[in-house]
């Protein structure tokens, strides 16, 4: 199971775009969303089925709905691939949290939290005064693999700035996969977190 966070228009959707292009026909896939907005094809795949969630994020107010829409789409299974986008305002630290409780732990496999970040926005991670400020922080905090969307927009000495502050503010020392175009492969990501 894939876990995917990011600030609101970091590239989350794109990337998962991405990863669904790159589905084996072999293989199926579920698909769990906050809003459907930047997934809209998705359940149009007949190897994807995409449970998108309602009634508020699924970390905070939203708890309840998220553990029953995950149950009914695990029956749907057996799926190669589950990946869970966090909503932009979640806290994926305790969507971790709640995916362990024991009628989820035995049936999921978790992989290490995934953030997206947009590389031509990065003030909420550096600027205290920032209103995302804290959101950004505890976002980072619970990564473990950090893709840079849109790293082409920058120098590559910028790039390399930007990779070495943003793992400083970090507790875990996050690995970093650099996204040209909203581009990084499932498999560069699985390798990378495979890696950790």
């Known amino acids: 199971m894939l876990l995917i966070c990011g600030l609101p228009g970091a590239g989350k ?22 809003g459907i907005a930047g997934m809209a094809n998705a359940d149009r795949d007949p190897g994807v089925t995409v449970a998108t969630l309602a009634g508020g994020c699924a970390c905070c107010s939203g708890q309840v709905v998220f ?5 009914r789409l695990l029956r749907g299974g057996p799926f190669r691939r589950l990946i869970i986008e966090v909503s932009g305002i979640g806290h994926p630290g305790r969507m971790v949290d ?11 496999s978790i992989r290490p939290t995934v953030m997206v970040i947009d590389a031509t926005r990065p003030d909420p991670f ?31 000495e910028a790039e390399r700035a930007l990779c070495e502050r943003l793992t400083s503010l970090s507790g875990r020392s996050p690995a970093v996969l650099s996204s040209r175009r909203g581009a990084v492969t499932l498999a560069a990501t699985l390798a990378a977190l495979d890696g950790l």
């Open 67 to 71: 553990g029953v829409t995950l149950t």
């Open 126 to 156: 550096f600027d205290a005064h920032h209103p995302a400020h804290p959101l950004a922080l505890d976002q980072l905090d619970s990564a473990r693999l950090l893709v840079i969307n849109r790293a082409d927009a920058l120098t590559p």
């Open 98 to 108: 709640r995916l362990r409780i024991p009628e989820l732990a035995p049936r999921l």
């Open 13 to 34: 959707s794109t990337l998962l775009k991405g990863w669904l292009a790159e589905r084996p026909d072999t293989e199926r896939w579920a698909l769990m969303v906050n």
